[in-house]
């Protein structure tokens, strides 16, 4: 649908930031119909992706009357909505339609107007907007709670995924028996005490902003991921999805909230990416990450002057040593090195292994004079290396050669070049 191409809307307490790529946002919204409309109650925009729902498109055309897209009955209800916005009020109200088979939350507020056409001063306002929403799913689960129980009751305890209600405030008032298994708390434990309370404190804010849309009617419901601390004090990936259940007169009573353990899922992604990002036979860094973590350095350096050391090791005649003794022990000669150059590094340093028997090393904030000390003691470390090899012991060398990396370093792909070439000869 073409916006007016002589005005420019602004929304005036409804909904922010006040311009129209807030109305873009709300056409997006899969349960909502948006209306926008002049000061003798005439379209002006009509959009949203429940348009076929909940209006008659010939009803919904630029420059048709509002009354015509409502029932008589509707129109009466809501009419009051629509003048109030003229006069510059924000008001809401939930209307039940079609015999209470379907229920609709109208936000109706004032729109001004900018451009030709729009007002200087104050007076009443030029137009207004309505949000529809189709919340009858929430109504119903809220009348269904509202009966006696009997059957809801059970199916509430027997449903495989976690669900509880919660008050305003966040505190569980009903919780059912997969809830208690996913968290670890008995049902006692758990009534009273707050949602955010079992939360990592990192996540029992992320979806600050989705509950305050919830409350404001502006979204029907939302997902979001959290962890959270069981009763163990073992930490739980979740995904937890949250509608909200509202009175007759449209105020919010209590949110619902059903938990879904996807902890194992995050650990199979955990594991997915680290397949990606580390070498498999020793667990260190690829050479894809490091490539990534020394563009980074290299980027630090060009910008702030921090110098940095880039070493590179290669285990010497290490294809000798697999054609000699098998790939058992080549493997073995690697994990072994591996094991040796963290332990002696420090926290800071990265390790990678490159391919085959190479090595590299990453030492932020440190001189030239220090890299000579750690390649010297690193020689060391890997010929310490003890290989059993069935009739002897194997102990490997290293060729180490390393490059500084300074505001001058051309590039990444150039450091790492320059230190393989600069590589000496083996250091014993």
Known sequence: MRAPAERTF???????????AAVAALRELPEALVLLFDGDL???????????????????REGEPVQAAFPDGVWKLIEPLFRSALDGETRSREVWTAGRRRCLMVDVGPLSTSGSGGEDGGGASAGGMAVILDITERRQADLLSREPLGGFEEVFEQAPIGTGLLDRDGRWLLVNRALCEITGYTNDELIGKRFDGIMHPDDASNDDEQRQQLLA?????????????????????????MSLVRNHDGAPLHFIAQLQDISERKQL??????LADHDPRTGLRNRRLFEHDLKLQVARSQRYGEVAGLMVIDVDAFEDTIHSHGHEVGEETLKAVARALVRRLRQTDLVARLSGGEF????????????????????????????DV????????????????????????KALTDAERATPGMLS
């Open 360 to 387: 590299a090393v990453l030492l932020p904030h440190i001189d030239e004079e220090g890299v000579a000390v750690v390649a010297e003691g690193l020689g060391r470390v890997v010929q310490a290396c003890s290989i």
């Open 217 to 241: 009617g502006q979204i029907p419901a939302f997902q979001v991921e959290k962890r959270y601390f069981d009763a163990s004090g073992e930490t739980v990936s979740a995904i937890v999805a």
């Open 10 to 20: 602004q929304v005036d307490g409804l909904i922010a930031p006040a311009d129209y």
């Open 390 to 413: 069935g009739e002897g012991v194997l102990h490997p060398r290293a060729s180490i050669g390393y490059v500084l990396i300074t505001e001058g370093t051309e590039s990444a792909e």
């Open 269 to 274: 992604e955990e594991h997915l990416r680290r």
């Open 42 to 60: 005439r379209f002006v925009v009509t959009a949203g992706q429940a348009i076929d729902r909940l209006g008659e498109r010939s009803a919904l």
